[in-house]
């Protein structure tokens, strides 16, 4: 599913929990351009200045996004905001990716797959490896689609940047960004 996407993502919320894990997710989203959300984290899953990291704002996607790896996340997005289009694809990975001890939860899962991201991510990168020449031509329209993603996200938040530097009292965030 995800070597066929054109335009995958993915949404995390802990798979930053072990630092080793960062480099292995962001070897895997950059080696195939594939943009990473971090919705609601509890930590670092992605650096901010990886080309492939667009903020915590995956709603903003899901009109294009045909498949969807939710990482360690027990709330990829808000159903009553927005959801993911009826035929994306949705792929949970975690120690627990559907989260069975919580008494609700509903998100659609196509395919689920238990384990660390540690082990997890390594494999996936590797299986996506072997037919990298194939997915070539998805990998760069994705690649610029998410570059100009990107600029565009800065600009933003150079602007609001701008807005909120000098008020009083001091806005969060002029705070977060020093």
């Not at 950059?30 to 959300?37: D, Q």
């Not at 660390?116 to 990168?125: C, D, F, K, R, V």
């Not at 998805?138 to 940047?161: D, F, M």
Request: proline share 8%.
């Amino acid at each position: 599913m995800l070597a066929a996407a054109r335009f995958p993502l993915i949404i995390t919320r802990a798979a930053g929990r072990v630092e080793s894990d960062v480099a292995k997710l962001v070897d895997l989203a950059e080696r195939f351009a594939i943009p990473v959300f971090e919705r609601k984290h509890h930590y670092m899953c992605m650096p901010s200045n990886s080309p492939m990291h667009l903020g915590g704002n995956p709603e903003a996607y899901f009109d294009i996004a045909d498949v969807i790896v939710v990482l360690e996340s027990d709330v990829p997005w808000v159903p009553k905001h927005k959801a993911p289009r009826a035929d994306a694809k949705i792929i949970h990975i975690g120690m627990d990716p559907i989260f069975a001890n919580f008494p609700l939860r509903g998100f659609a899962c196509d395919l689920a797959i238990t384990g660390i991201i540690g082990a997890t991510l390594p494999a996936l990168t590797q299986a996506l490896a072997t037919r990298e020449m194939s997915a070539a031509p998805s990998i760069g329209a994705r690649r610029k689609t998410i570059t100009e993603a990107r600029e565009k996200l800065k600009a933003r938040a150079a602007a609001n940047l701008e807005k909120v530097k000098n008020g009083s009292p001091i806005h969060p965030g002029w705070i977060h960004h020093c």
